[in-house]
């Protein structure tokens, strides 16, 4: 349960993150 919840925030993060930051990093 927990283990699974924490996996889903971690995805979500990195979900959100490194697009944004490829699209900020391409300009």
Same mark, same amino acid.
């Given at each position: 349960?927990? %283990? %699974?919840? %924490?996996?889903? %925030? *971690?995805?979500?993060?990195?979900g +959100? *993150?490194?697009? +944004? &930051?490829?699209? &900020?990093l391409?300009?």
């Amino acid at each position: 349960g927990v %283990i %699974i919840f %924490i996996l889903m %925030i *971690v995805t979500a993060f990195l979900g +959100y *993150v490194l697009p +944004y &930051s490829q699209m &900020s990093l391409w300009g």
